[in-house]
């Protein structure tokens, strides 16, 4: 039971890479805060998670909402008794160069994927002191550290949330809070299977990934246990890339035939 006696929140726990982490979470022994913008979803993981004998309850959060974000705090310390790990893992992606990106979506991918890992640090933190330090989760991505097309906003939405790890960090280290960020590469979640439908994309990922599949959420919850736990318990300011070798293969491939002819 790598999180025994813990207690965690997750954002974005309705679906995806937040339900399977809030249910891994559980399942190593945590009591666990499943906050979501959809309340239902938020429900049915926090309903799964007790049917198996676990400890969870679901709250409707809007991430980029301050107000709402010091209320899910609260509500977990009134619950629970305090907080151990925040896991800011909610977020979006809305399309679009930086041309034909509308400004209200631009500001609405920043809120929702950046000003939420502010906002989850700020009311986190004090309660994480009160009980000697914790850990901070935040979801990042592999879009945050090389250009992808056509998403402007969330490309810089994610390098700004792995440089606010890093900051985070160097500020609350020697007080016991440790803060890293996960970068999946592409993880087979509702949102992307929908965009695997398009003819065509689903083969250029799977190319592009050097394990030659898309990742599944229970493989990002491992990490995000580990970085939960006493495990990790000398990592901190840290981005993980957790991509399938996504970002160590060259889009060249092989250079040379891959059954290399041997001359004497
Ligand atoms: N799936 C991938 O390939 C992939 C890759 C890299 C990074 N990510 C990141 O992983 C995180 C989870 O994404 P996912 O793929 O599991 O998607 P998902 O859609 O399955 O889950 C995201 C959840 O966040 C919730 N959410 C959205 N806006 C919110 C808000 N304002 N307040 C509270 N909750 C909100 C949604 O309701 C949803 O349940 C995101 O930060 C995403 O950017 C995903």
């Not at 559980?26 to 799964?48: C, H, T």
């Not at 893992?89 to 991918?109: F, I, M, R």
């Not at 990490?223 to 300011?237: I, K, P």
Request: aromatic share 4%; with cysteine; proline share 4%.
């Amino acid at each position: 039971m790598l999180l025994k006696d813990k207690i965690s929140i997750v954002t974005g726990g309705g679906s995806g890479i937040g339900a399977a982490s809030a249910k891994r979470f559980a399942d190593e022994g945590a009591a666990v805060v499943v906050a979501d913008i959809r309340k239902r979803k938020a429900e049915e993981v926090a309903a799964s998670i007790n049917d198996n004998g676990g400890h969870a309850i679901a709250i409707e959060v809007d991430v980029s909402d301050s107000d709402s974000v010091s209320s899910l705090i609260r509500v977990c310390v009134e619950e629970y008794g305090g907080l151990d790990v925040m896991y800011n893992n909610a977020g979006t992606l809305l399309p679009g160069n930086v041309v034909d990106l509308e400004v209200a979506d631009w500001d609405l991918v920043m809120a929702v994927n950046v000003r939420s890992v502010f906002l989850g640090g700020k009311f986190a933190v004090p309660e994480m002191l009160k009980r000697g330090g914790g850990s901070v989760i935040n979801t990042a991505s592999i879009s945050g550290m090389h250009g992808d097309g056509s998403s402007v906003s969330y490309a810089a939405s994610k390098a700004a949330v792995i440089n606010l790890t890093r900051a985070m960090s160097t500020d609350h280290a020697s007080q016991g809070i440790r803060v890293n960020a996960i970068c999946p590469g592409t993880i087979e979640t509702p949102p992307v299977s929908r965009m695997m439908e398009n003819p065509g994309v689903l083969e250029v990922q799977l190319n592009a990934h050097a394990i030659g599949r898309l990742g599944q959420p229970e493989e990002i919850a491992n990490t995000a246990v580990w970085l939960a736990s006493d495990e990790s318990s000398f990592v901190t300011g840290e981005s993980i890339v957790v991509d399938g070798g996504l970002r160590a293969r060259s889009p060249l491939g092989h250079l040379s035939d891959p059954r290399p002819v041997h001359k004497r």
